[in-house]
């Protein structure tokens, strides 16, 4: 952790090893700041021990920093808040990637602390303003997301913004005494703002159908947009209630917007569900059957797909083809109920709704399976990963980026222990049942007939060990009977993806692409 001074650009401190994921909480009057360290941080192959909220002062050996809080379970991912006055210490501790979490509340003044919630049994998220904190969680069985307010000396619960039929809670913030809520409906963004009470609910405007991810802190009144869309490039909005949204700032791309043609479609999944799926082209594009297509997909970790303006959809529209991006179960889009229908034993439906997307994009002639490629990365990696050795007679080639594939051992290696609970571990004689049924190492087929497979990895990922890639691509380049090919990219000086250098990410980006046009047929 490295403290700078903004003014000069100087070291303003020593930095602080072991600090990997820190959240960071300032004092009022910035004479220290509240941290979360992992023990022992600074020595190799020690990145994932127990981890600690501490208090640092300016101009004092970290190393004597007193620890305010530890972790109980080796898993823990800790992570704290601190309120506006300095005075209330928001403790969450996660069990692992879940999201459920324990909590407590450290008055910083009498070093007191409360325990808030002492079970994993609901997920927490939120900050503290007031002497109240503000919580999205899914207590009650709220799936959709709620925000409870908790009165900091009494403990008090009440709700602060109900759960609503439909539209999925994404984010909150407090903002000059107000409640900013981002929520999703049908997979785009909509802005709220609320009263402290959750009463007086109005709409922040957004420019139109996308992705919006917003800024603002207690004191200002100011609220920074980030807006996005197929077809509408990265823009930066400033709003008040007194002026309404003001862009600062957008991208200027060499791309022609107005010729880019968005539609979702709702397309049925093999139990039934209805799944939403984008489809973005050129105008003037004909449904024949014979379109090279790019089919997105990750389905993991509550986490959304959104709507987003991206250099490769649009080099990809530019060559005549189409992007498609699938919201299959797993991911946030549709609530924790959307996340639960494709986790653990029942990660297959996350498998099976993106084979079906695959054949409505047949079926309604956008493409054909010697036309479609597909593309995941991470747990999206193992997606594709799934798609190679279940569904491969679907599609024509796959990027199976930095991928988990060998489920049976994921857990053993790096920070896997902390992803058990969204697949669960082979340790378990039930959840290894279901685990062996779809991990994509253990079912490579015996002389089996592969689409082309591009597998990518970082030679120092610290969160994926590269060995998925390698074992897998070996693996498949000995059992293809077909005469497709099996390649594997290890990036050496890279690791998960963040911190890329922008010509590295060029690189990666050119390569897949002309992976995927060599591939199809694309001249």
């Known amino acids: 952790l490295h403290l700078l001074d903004t003014d000069s650009g100087a070291e303003a401190d020593k930095p602080i090893d072991g600090c990997r994921y820190a959240s960071v909480g300032w004092l009022p009057d910035e004479s220290g700041f509240y941290y979360t360290r992992k023990l022992d941080g600074n020595h190799a192959g020690e990145i994932d021990t127990e981890q600690s909220v501490r208090f640092h002062k300016i101009g004092t050996d970290s190393e004597n920093d007193e620890i305010i809080a530890k972790s109980s379970i080796k898993e823990a991912i800790l992570v704290s808040t601190l309120d506006e006055k300095g005075l209330w210490l928001l403790l969450t501790e996660y069990q692992g990637s879940s999201g459920k979490a324990k909590l407590a509340l450290y008055n910083t003044s009498t070093k007191e602390t409360k325990k808030v919630v002492d079970n994993y049994d609901n997920i927490y998220e939120g900050e503290v303003y007031g002497g109240y904190a503000f919580l999205k969680t899914d207590k009650d069985g709220a799936l959709n997301w709620k925000i409870e307010k908790l009165n900091c000396e009494t403990l008090e619960w009440t709700t602060a913004v109900p759960e609503h039929e439909k539209d999925v809670i994404e984010f909150f913030s407090i903002s000059n005494g107000r409640i900013v809520?981002?929520?999703?409906?049908?997979?785009?963004?909509?802005?709220?703002?609320?009263?402290?009470?959750?009463?007086?609910?109005?709409?922040?405007?957004?420019?139109?159908?996308?992705?919006?991810?917003?800024?603002?802190?207690?004191?200002?009144?100011?609220?920074?947009?980030?807006?996005?869309?197929?077809?509408?490039?990265?823009?930066?909005?400033?709003?008040?209630?007194?002026?309404?949204?003001?862009?600062?700032?957008?991208?200027?791309?060499?791309?022609?917007?107005?010729?880019?043609?968005?539609?979702?479609?709702?397309?049925?999944?093999?139990?039934?569900?209805?799944?939403?799926?984008?489809?973005?082209?050129?105008?003037?594009?004909?449904?024949?059957?014979?379109?090279?297509?790019?089919?997105?997909?990750?389905?993991?970790?509550?986490?959304?797909?959104?709507?987003?303006?991206?250099?490769?959809?649009?080099?990809?529209?530019?060559?005549?083809?189409?992007?498609?991006?699938?919201?299959?179960?797993?991911?946030?889009?549709?609530?924790?109920?959307?996340?639960?229908?494709?986790?653990?034993?029942?990660?297959?439906?996350?498998?099976?709704?993106?084979?079906?997307?695959?054949?409505?994009?047949?079926?309604?002639?956008?493409?054909?399976?010697?036309?479609?490629?597909?593309?995941?990365?991470?747990?999206?990696?193992?997606?594709?990963?799934?798609?190679?050795?279940?569904?491969?007679?679907?599609?024509?080639?796959?990027?199976?980026?930095?991928?988990?594939?060998?489920?049976?051992?994921?857990?053993?290696?790096?920070?896997?222990?902390?992803?058990?609970?969204?697949?669960?571990?082979?340790?378990?004689?039930?959840?290894?049942?279901?685990?062996?049924?779809?991990?994509?190492?253990?079912?490579?087929?015996?002389?089996?007939?592969?689409?082309?497979?591009?597998?990518?990895?970082?030679?120092?990922?610290?969160?994926?060990?590269?060995?998925?890639?390698k074992k897998m691509a070996a693996a498949l380049q000995y059992e293809n009977k077909s005469n497709n090919p099996i390649f594997l990219w290890v990036e050496t000086k890279a690791g998960h993806g963040q911190g890329k250098s922008m010509q590295a990410r060029i690189k990666e980006s050119a390569m897949e692409i002309g992976f995927f046009l060599k591939m199809l047929g694309v001249e």
């Not at 991006?325 to 996340?339: D, F, L, S, T, V």
């Open 181 to 469: 809520v981002s929520k999703m409906h049908d997979v785009a963004s909509k802005l709220s703002i609320y009263d402290l009470d959750g009463k007086n609910e109005r709409e922040i405007p957004l420019p139109a159908l996308g992705s919006a991810e917003f800024i603002s802190d207690p004191v200002n009144k100011e609220i920074y947009v980030a807006f996005s869309s197929f077809a509408f490039p990265p823009a930066i909005y400033e709003y008040t209630e007194e002026t309404g949204m003001k862009q600062l700032w957008q991208a200027e791309v060499p791309v022609k917007t107005d010729d880019i043609v968005t539609e979702q479609v709702f397309y049925t999944s093999k139990d039934g569900t209805k799944i939403p799926m984008f489809i973005i082209y050129k105008k003037g594009l004909e449904k024949n059957g014979k379109n090279h297509t790019f089919l997105r997909g990750y389905g993991g970790f509550n986490v959304n797909y959104p709507m987003y303006f991206s250099a490769v959809n649009a080099v990809w529209i530019e060559t005549g083809g189409i992007m498609a991006i699938a919201n299959i179960r797993g991911g946030g889009e549709y609530g924790e109920k959307w996340h639960r229908a494709g986790m653990l034993d029942k990660k297959q439906n996350t498998f099976d709704d993106f084979a079906y997307a695959m054949k409505y994009l047949a079926d309604e002639k956008y493409t054909n399976p010697e036309k479609l490629a597909i593309w995941g990365g991470s747990n999206g990696g193992l997606l594709t990963g799934a798609m190679v050795t279940q569904y491969g007679e679907l599609f024509k080639a796959a990027v199976v980026a930095v991928p988990l594939l060998d489920m049976l051992r994921f857990h053993k290696f790096l920070i896997g222990r902390y992803w058990v609970s969204e697949y669960g571990s082979s340790d378990d004689k039930a959840q290894l049942e279901y685990i062996l049924k779809y991990s994509p190492y253990q079912n490579i087929k015996k002389d089996g007939r592969f689409p082309a497979v591009l597998l990518t990895a970082g030679e120092h990922d610290s969160r994926v060990h590269p060995m998925h890639a």
